[in-house]
């Protein structure tokens, strides 16, 4: 007998995976035992945990975001979204040690930050590969025209970070710019990509 997926189930464990997640940033952050002043190593501690956190929302809303567009699972899609939470877990320590690196803490040399940006942008591109696989599999399966083509956008749309986070791994990977951090800019290509898409593609299925 083929039993249905409980959506409620894989949704609480992703709950809890993003909830270690975030605890694993708080246990990491250290701000000193004297609160009456707060030096350069602390603070730079602060905004590392400060960015982390917010960043790793913006990924929980957008796994929130995957599971109010589609009803449908499956074993791939279930297998898939493993793999996403293992990398969301990884995820956290290469963006800390990177918000840490811009205030001049940590990273030393122009090897050790191409490897952090190797680091960062791998997880960046396995999370967003993860959403854009996990949508495009909803895709197929959808039975309901109009949100076939919703989740086809986002399929596409992810497949942007994916691309964009490749082109930074080679510059990264090639050392170019390293010292001005341009594989980081890089993903500022997102905004105009993203828009230049949705532009195009509303425009084709006519969608206002």
């Not at 270690?20 to 000193?32: E, I, K, Q, Y």
Request: aromatic share 22%; charged share 10%.
């Amino acid at each position: 007998m083929k039993y249905l997926h409980n959506i409620s189930r894989i949704e609480a464990f992703s709950d809890a995976v993003f909830a270690f997640a975030a605890t694993l940033m708080v246990v990491n952050f250290d701000m000193g035992s004297d609160f009456t002043t707060i030096n350069k190593s602390e603070a730079t501690n602060f905004l590392s945990f400060f960015v982390s956190f917010f960043v790793l929302l913006a990924l929980w809303w957008v796994h929130y975001n995957f599971f109010r567009r589609t009803n449908y699972m499956d074993n791939w899609i279930i297998a898939c979204n493993a793999i996403l939470l293992f990398f969301v877990l990884y995820y956290v320590f290469p963006l800390k040690s990177l918000v840490q690196s811009w205030m001049g803490e940590g990273v030393k040399t122009p090897e050790s930050l191409a490897s952090l940006f190797l680091l960062y942008g791998m997880g960046f591109l396995l999370i967003f590969l993860c959403f854009s696989l996990m949508y495009h599999r909803a895709h197929k399966k959808s039975k309901d025209t109009s949100n076939s083509i919703q989740l086809y956008f986002y399929f596409r749309h992810f497949l942007i970070f994916v691309i964009v986070a490749l082109i930074s791994l080679c510059i990264a990977y090639l050392k170019i710019g390293i010292g001005y951090g341009s594989p980081g800019f890089i993903y500022a290509l997102l905004g105009p990509l993203c828009g230049l898409h949705s532009y195009l593609f509303y425009k084709k299925y006519d969608i206002s």
